[in-house]
């Protein structure tokens, strides 16, 4: 992996390029992602793209003491000091490429806009980020250009939303039940109440 | 002359041979596959989002539910992930109690493989007697955590305790003589260890037995042989792994190629396909078995000589006893922060993968620091599997897309999530 590291500082700059637990993660700019991944395919053997997903960085270092915390109350948690992945655009687009040839893995992790998510698709590059790519439109709302059937996939037909985004509420919007007099499935909006058993802390 | 239209038809999602709830819209000329067009998500669950919601050692539950023929494998990314994040040391007696459940998982998922996709293209019998030795490690499951399939057994910092001394027997029942039972617990009478000892002394002969049911059969091979070919390279831009893999001839194995646990001392070998057609990976997969039963056999023999602990003793994560909780004041106070809270993992990211029984099966973990998950991605390989449908069923007859879905090991518990 030493000389992966060295290689990829050499194309890609130091400032590009972290190491944490024992794994590579190359920043790239959105415009560059196609360039970079022919590059990372061609010249790096990196065979196969193993796994793509989209993050969403709203909530990103909250806790739940901090949202809904009264002057006297919750003083048991301490704030976080210093969220190191904090970023200014919302989203990210993340590639986990695997050499078969080489036998190394590194991760390509690239931003995106909440005005304007949209990046490029690498489905010319690697075929298994066709659905990969459907799933991250589906779940997280990224638009993928090029893409040529980017339908939604695991959510329901006419779904309305995108159900990973942290501003998705967990308990859904919607819910359905068949109506005996209507003769059809209606969807209301939801009866139950969000219910957090645990509050999310961030402890040093 | 009659205009001749090509056909949509729609297969499943209540079909027997869609292994669950796949929804294939075919569109066929005759009776060749034109495009294949599978609609997933109908055992969409949002594991995802749940995970987000819980803290760290609530969600390993939903893992087993995830591929669930092949529960332990999964709990093992999701446990593999948050100790590197924590750095947290795993006792060796752990980890060989961990690659022993692995592998039992790898042949109760290929057991189940082998059954239903015999079962799709027609062989009946061979379904009764894979399920026959299922029966067997389904309870080796049971001994050792309590359930037949949900385990929830793997735990951050080890297992959640140590293999029983003593195997649980069948009782007296109106419905068996004293005789019969007395059959049926002969292998019973010692430990666990023991009873994983004997099913590994006689599943070579029940290997045996499914090789002389099928792989010289000729409608198995009329079936097999030949369909879904998929070549190395294409293999590999589809994103293929496991089984679906070796079988198209590359020898990549995580537990070789990037051992994790303790697999670097283990003695097994990676079987390869040739052709990559259904054939190919249906032997690799019955190769697949006999190795497991090699590894099984090692880890029975080193869990034998050495007993220890099976959990870290880190009280962060891991939950003191329950005997030291009455006198330790530090313990109670590690136990109740522990169920009320959970433990925070360092802000961070990490991919965690092992060779699951379908393929390469990954969590994506990334931290803010916070007791519960940022955000999990879970990477399962039939979802991919599933993705190459199109492609490897294209110019085939629609009965070989019945092939082509068992030859894949597709279960919807991982693809949907």
């Known amino acids: 992996m030493k000389d992966l590291k060295q290689q990829l500082i050499e194309e890609f700059g130091e400032n590009n390029l972290v190491e944490a637990f024992g794994e590579l993660t190359l920043r790239v700019d959105s415009d560059d992602i196609i360039k970079t991944c022919i590059k990372l395919r061609d010249f790096f053997s990196f065979d196969m793209l193993i796994d793509l997903c989209g993050v969403d960085y ?11 915390a009264s002057a006297s109350g919750f003083s048991r948690a301490r704030e976080a000091q210093g969220v190191e992945d904090r970023h200014e655009q919302r989203f990210a687009v993340v590639y986990h490429l695997l050499s078969v040839s080489k036998n190394y893995r590194l991760r390509v992790k690239s931003y995106v ?8 698709s690498v489905t010319a590059i690697w075929a ?15 638009l993928f250009e090029n893409h040529t059937d980017l339908r939604r996939i695991l959510t329901d037909y006419g779904f309305v939303g995108h159900p990973l985004r942290k501003d998705f509420p967990m308990i859904g919007e919607v819910e359905m039940r068949y109506d005996e007099d209507l003769g059809r499935v209606v969807y209301e909006p939801v009866s139950i109440e969000p219910n957090v058993n645990v509050p999310r802390v961030i402890r040093k | 002359m009659a205009e001749i239209r090509n056909y949509t038809l729609n297969f499943g999602p209540q079909h027997p041979a869609a292994h669950g709830v796949l929804r294939l819209i075919l569109e066929i000329d005759g009776e060749v596959i034109e495009r294949a067009d599978p609609h997933i998500g109908l055992l969409h669950r949002g594991t995802e989002k749940l995970v987000e919601s819980k803290p760290y050692n609530q969600s390993i539950g939903y893992m087993d539910r995830l591929d669930y023929v092949s529960m332990m494998c999964n709990e093992h990314a999701y446990v593999m992930a948050i100790e590197t994040m924590l750095e947290l040391k795993v006792p060796e007696r752990a980890k060989y109690i ?20 015999g079962l799709d293209v027609g062989a009946m019998s061979i379904f009764l007697y894979a399920f026959r030795e299922r029966e067997k490690l389904i309870d080796c499951y049971e ?3 309590g359930s037949r399939m949900h385990a929830t057994y793997y735990r951050p910092g080890g297992v959640y305790r140590d293999l029983p001394e003593k195997m649980p027997q069948y009782l007296k029942s109106d419905f068996r003589t004293e005789k019969e039972l007395a059959v049926m617990n002969e292998n019973r009478q010692g430990s666990l260890l023991d009873f994983i000892a004997d099913f590994v002394k006689e599943f070579p002969k029940s290997i045996k037995q499914y090789h002389d049911l099928l792989t010289d059969n000729r409608i198995w091979k009329q079936r097999l042989v030949n369909i879904g070919i998929v070549s190395a390279n294409r293999a590999k831009q589809l994103g293929f792994t496991g089984p679906m893999l070796r079988g198209s001839g590359v020898a990549w194995d995580l537990r070789k190629n990037q051992p994790y646990s303790v697999y670097d001392q283990l003695e097994f070998d990676i079987p390869i396909g040739v052709t990559g057609d259904s054939y190919d990976r249906y032997l690799v997969r019955m190769e697949e078995m006999s190795q497991s039963n090699h590894i099984i056999e090692q880890c029975v ?17 891991a939950p003191p006893s329950r005997v030291e909780m009455k006198d330790d004041m530090e313990s109670l106070i590690h136990h109740f922060k522990l169920f009320t809270e959970g433990y925070c993992l360092p802000a961070g990211e990490v991919y965690c993968a092992i060779e699951h029984p379908k393929g390469e099966f990954g969590i994506y973990l990334i931290s803010d620091g ?14 991919a599997h599933l993705a190459a449908m199109d492609e490897m069923a294209k110019g085939h007859m629609l009965s070989d897309v019945v092939t082509i879905i068992g030859t894949q090991d597709i279960v919807f518990g991982e693809i949907d999530r």
């Open chain 2, 370 to 383: 916070a007791n519960k998950p940022y955000r999990v991605k879970i990477r399962a390989p039939g979802f």
């Open chain 2, 143 to 145: 001994a050792v955590s």
């Open chain 1, 113 to 120: 806009d909440e005005a304007e998510p949209i990046i490029k």
């Open chain 1, 128 to 142: 298994s980020a066709d659905w990969y790519e459907r799933e991250a439109f589906d779940l997280m709302g990224i």
């Open chain 2, 301 to 317: 023999d080193w869990l034998r000589q050495n007993p220890g602990p099976v959990m870290s003793d880190d009280h962060k994560v």
């Open chain 2, 98 to 117: 961990r690659v022993m459940f692995d592998e039992i998982t790898r042949i109760l998922n290929h057991l189940m493989w082998l059954g239903t996709h």
């Open chain 1, 58 to 68: 709203l909530t990103y270092g909250q806790s739940d003491w901090d949202a809904d």
